[in-house]
């Protein structure tokens, strides 16, 4: 999406080696690979691309069909953040959409989240930068580059709040409101999911080990059908209402409970997006 970040994250990856091409048009991509494939220095590419061009979506469906068909494996990572998030940055910048034309921003915003529905969808990997600053959106690309080179699946188990949003880069989202919330308990208000004494509070409760057993049980079977398609990136946000308490507690112990799975080739890791942020 136009002001989600996109050239943030090719700079990211241009400083840490790649050959990256920013604003080029999806039908010049298997071009781009015919000039850089038999230079050794230049063996990672990344192409940076936009609605811009007018025939967006099929010339890109087609540069991808191109590459896969002469043995390359191209991933497509898709920068997005919320509508909320785009408008306070092109506000910001005092730039026009590049799809406004002469209606409103949020006009243009829309129409260009309708044009890229079917390749977010598709996508290899959605970064939700609507909480990022440049500094954690570079620790995430850099998180990306080392799970394409070590692991077979990268796991996220993230933990929110819903009164902040849905994350947008969420595969499979729990939620766990039905728990009996330990805010509202005077003596466990203060503290988090990773202490002791509200762990003890949200796990403790039948209705929550029952939970995450089948979420165990769902989660091992979604996995072993990612690894067989080859996919490489998988997000679990587990929600409560503000994502301190329940939410918090019910991801570790979730992260916990798949640790097993590293011995399969899948990278665990665990984030908790809304903790601190009362």
């Known amino acids: ?19 990256v091409v920013d604003n080029l048009p999806p039908s010049m991509i298997p071009a781009l690979m015919d000039v850089t494939a038999d230079d050794p220095q230049r063996q990672r590419v990344a192409a940076v691309v936009d609605v811009r061009s007018r025939d967006f979506t099929t010339e890109l469906s087609v540069a991808l069909s ?18 909320e998030a785009l408008v306070r940055r092109f506000d910001a910048v005092r730039r026009p959409h590049p799809l406004q ?11 260009e989240r309708r044009m890229l529905g079917d390749l977010r969808s598709n996508a290899d ?21 080392r799970v394409d080179q070590e692991a077979s699946l990268r796991l996220a188990v993230l933990s929110f709040g819903f009164k902040y949003g849905i994350p947008l880069d969420a595969d499979t989202v ?28 949200v796990l403790g409760q039948d209705l929550a080990g029952r939970f995450l057993d089948h979420a165990v ?12 398609e080859g996919r490489r990136y998988v997000t679990v946000a587990v929600g409560c209402t503000g994502g301190k308490h329940r939410s918090v507690a019910t991801a570790e112990e979730l992260s916990r409970r798949l640790a097993h799975l590293e011995s399969s080739g899948v990278q665990l890791t665990t984030f908790h997006r809304d903790l601190g942020r009362e």
Not at 2 to 7: C, F, I, N, Q
């Open 1 to 19: 999406m136009s002001g989600a970040g996109r050239t943030t994250a090719g700079d990211v990856l241009e400083d840490r080696g790649w050959y």
């Open 66 to 83: 191109d590459l896969t068909d002469r043995g390359w494996r191209p991933r497509v990572v898709f920068v997005d953040a919320s509508d």
């Open 101 to 111: 034309g002469e209606g409103l921003l949020l006009d243009g915003i829309r129409r």
């Open 125 to 145: 990997v959605v970064v939700d930068t609507s909480n990022y600053n440049v500094h954690q959106l570079s620790a995430k690309v850099d998180s990306l580059i």
């Open 174 to 201: 729990l939620d766990l409101r039905f728990l009996p919330n330990p805010y509202w308990n005077p003596e466990l208000r203060p503290y988090t999911g990773k202490d002791a004494a509200v762990r003890e509070f």
């Open 217 to 228: 049980q769902m989660l091992e079977t979604s996995i072993e059908g990612y690894l067989s």
